[in-house]
């Protein structure tokens, strides 16, 4: 997704085909199935806390932006990342979109 395109509505969930279909867009994501709805979680290990805190920052501006945040964790120098969307309950094209955003933030931090 560029800044000119439109970001992806959430209109209804996605059923457990097209899940697996979007999979792979978001490969270095992990369907997690532990809670009532499905979630895509990612845990990135960090140098220090200080970047895991900064990543943190820059997350936040992104879901803004995106008008979508996730849920997220720091502990240390890891923080896991999990999307998914509360209404309707579960996953949406809107939360794989937000984890291809969040790839590319992770990309574009100083290592």
């Known amino acids: 997704m560029t800044r000119n395109e439109p970001i992806p509505s959430v209109k209804r969930a996605l059923d457990a085909i ?6 792979p867009t ?3 994501w992990q369907l997690d199935r532990s809670m009532e709805f499905p979630a895509l979680q990612r845990a990135v290990v960090f140098a220090a806390e200080a970047q895991a805190e ?3 920052r820059a997350l936040e501006t992104l879901a803004n932006r995106l008008d979508h945040h996730p849920q997220a964790r ?7 990342v999990r999307w998914w969307t509360h209404e309707p309950p579960g996953l949406s094209q809107l939360d794989f979109e937000c984890a291809r955003q969040t790839d590319r933030l992770l990309n574009a931090e100083p290592s």
Request: aromatic content about 6%.
């Open 74 to 80: 720091i502990d240390g120098a890891i923080c896991t």
């Open 18 to 23: 097209e899940i697996e279909s979007l999979l």
């Open 26 to 28: 978001a490969p270095l």
């Open 54 to 56: 900064a990543f943190l």
